[in-house]
C-alpha cells in the first residue's frame, strides 16, 4: 500500500514582502513530477523563478522558492550532477493572498506514494498515475441582474473553493435575469455531501446578497460527462498551425548529444509568460521524456533554458525524426500556448479561447479565470458562455466560446478585447 510521508512537502513562509518562501519537496520519483507539480503552482496564481531539484530515478528532492515582489533583475536557475542526483531551482513570483497550507496539501496529493517492505524504497508504480476521473456536478442558480463582472466574481468564489469549472453555460433573459449552469469538479471531492453544498451556497449567497433567485447543486447527468466533446465549427484563426518562419523568429528549440554521454541536451530561447515552465514540463511529460538536470535563466522578458533529458526507457534521443517531431511542438507551445481570437458570430460578437490538454486529461488551469477577468477589466458584460473539448490536429483542446454583450462591445474595438485578454491569459504588462 502507498504511503506518503507527512513531511514530503514542507512550506517555509516568506516573513516580510521581499523575502522567499520556501517549499520542499521529498518523494519518490515519476516521469512527469514536475509537470504535475508546476501545475498546481500555477493553479495558485505563482510563476516560478527559480529551484532545484536531486533524484537517482527512484526518489526525488525539490525545493521551491517564492518571493512577493516583481522580479527586477535575471532569475537563474543552475543543474549540477553529483553521483546521478538531479539539482533542480526554482524562484516564483506570487502575492501574499496565497492560502500556503492548501497549497501544501495539493502538493501532496500529486507525489507518488511509496512502499517500504523490508525497509527499502522501490520504484513508484505506475497505476498510482491514473486516478478515477472525478464526479462532475451541476451548480444551477438564478439571479435578479446581470451586472458587469458578475461571471467573474462567481469564478472567483468557485477558485476559493476549490471548484474547477469544466463547462459553462450563462443565458441572460430579456428582463435582466440571469441563469448560470456551471459543471465542476471538486479538488476536495466532497461537493456530494451537505456540508460541502452548504460551504459553497454560503459563500456564493455572500457575494450576490438578496439578488439571488434560487440555487441548486447536483450531480451532472451522463450525458455531460459521457461526451465532453465540443462539435461547433471552430474558424482557422483556432484550429490553423502557425507558420514556420514566425516560429523560428521567436522561439529557437536546439539539442545536442555530443556534450553528455548519457543525456541529450535541449537548449531553448523564448519569450517568457505565464505558466512557461509547466507549457514545457507538460510538453515533455507527453512525450514520456525525463528531465535529468539543466539550468535556466530569464532577462527581462526572455528564457534561456538547458535542460538535459532522457527517454523513458533512459536512453539518449539520437532520432532525428523523434528531434524534430519534439522542436515543432515545443515551439508551438511556447508561441501559442493559448489561441485567442475575436469574431462575428451572426450579428453578435465572440471571443474564442483554446488550450491544448494534456494527454492525462488535464487542463490548463485558471484560463476561465483570467478570460472574465479581462473582459470585467474593460466593463463588457458577458452574454453566454460555453466550455467544451475538441480535436485539433489529433490532439485534444479545451475550447472557451465566450458572447459578448453587443451593446458594450460597440464601445470597444475587438482588437483591444483581444489584446487585452492575450495579455491577461500570458501574464504581460
Request: with cysteine; glycine share 6%.
Amino acid at each position: 500500500m502507498g504511503i506518503l510521508n507527512d513531511d514530503a512537502v514542507l512550506i517555509k513562509e516568506a516573513e516580510k514582502a521581499g523575502d522567499k518562501t520556501l517549499i520542499t519537496v521529498n518523494c519518490p520519483d515519476k516521469t512527469g513530477l514536475g509537470c504535475d507539480l508546476c501545475r498546481i503552482i500555477l493553479l495558485f496564481g505563482l510563476s516560478i523563478a527559480k529551484g532545484d531539484a536531486s533524484t537517482d530515478g527512484k526518489w526525488c528532492y525539490l525545493v521551491f522558492w517564492q518571493r512577493f515582489e516583481n522580479r527586477t533583475g535575471p532569475a537563474d536557475g543552475r543543474f549540477d550532477v553529483r553521483s546521478g542526483f538531479q539539482n533542480l531551482v526554482f524562484w516564483v513570483v506570487g502575492k501574499p493572498t496565497t492560502r500556503w497550507y492548501l497549497l501544501r496539501e495539493r502538493l501532496r496529493e500529486v507525489c507518488p506514494p511509496c512502499t517500504l517492505p523490508m525497509a527499502e524504497i522501490y520504484y513508484f508504480r505506475p497505476e498510482f498515475q491514473q486516478p478515477k476521473p472525478p464526479k462532475v456536478f451541476l451548480l444551477k442558480f438564478w439571479c435578479t441582474f446581470d451586472r458587469k463582472g458578475l461571471l467573474h466574481d462567481v469564478t472567483k468564489v468557485l477558485c476559493e473553493l476549490e471548484l474547477s469549472v469544466k463547462r459553462v453555460k450563462v443565458f441572460t433573459a430579456p428582463d435582466g435575469t440571469v441563469m448560470d449552469l456551471l459543471f465542476v469538479t471538486d479538488t476536495r471531492e466532497l461537493l456530494h455531501t451537505k456540508k460541502r453544498q452548504e460551504e459553497t451556497k454560503s459563500q456564493l449567497n455572500a457575494m450576490l446578497g438578496d439578488n439571488i433567485i434560487s440555487f441548486e447543486i447536483e450531480l451532472a447527468g451522463h450525458e455531460v460527462t459521457a461526451n465532453p466533446q465540443g462539435s461547433a465549427f471552430l474558424p482557422p484563426a483556432i484550429t490553423d498551425d502557425m507558420d514556420n518562419a514566425l516560429i523560428s523568429k521567436r522561439v529557437s528549440v536546439k539539442f545536442d548529444n555530443e556534450l553528455s554521454p548519457s543525456h541529450t541536451l535541449m537548449q531553448i530561447l523564448c519569450q517568457d509568460h505565464k505558466g512557461l515552465i509547466y507549457d514545457i514540463m507538460r510538453t515533455l511529460k507527453d512525450y514520456n521524456i525525463q528531465v535529468s538536470y539543466g539550468r535556466f535563466s530569464a532577462k527581462a522578458k526572455d528564457y534561456e533554458v538547458d535542460l538535459f533529458i532522457m527517454q523513458g526507457d533512459g536512453k539518449k534521443i539520437m532520432d532525428p525524426e523523434k528531434q524534430k517531431v519534439i522542436c515543432s511542438r515545443l515551439r508551438m507551445e511556447l508561441v501559442r500556448p493559448l489561441r485567442v481570437e475575436v469574431m462575428s458570430r451572426g450579428p453578435d460578437t465572440e471571443l474564442l479561447v483554446a488550450n491544448p490538454v494534456e494527454l492525462a486529461g488535464k487542463g490548463r488551469p485558471l484560463v476561465f479565470y483570467d478570460i472574465t477577468l479581462a473582459i470585467t477589466s474593460l466593463s463588457i458584460r458577458i452574454f453566454s458562455v460555453e466550455i467544451a473539448r475538441h480535436r485539433i490536429h489529433d490532439r485534444e483542446w479545451e475550447v472557451y466560446r465566450v458572447l459578448l454583450d453587443e451593446g458594450d462591445v460597440a464601445l470597444v474595438p475587438r482588437s483591444t478585447i483581444k489584446e487585452c485578454v492575450v495579455k491577461n491569459l500570458m501574464g504581460w504588462e
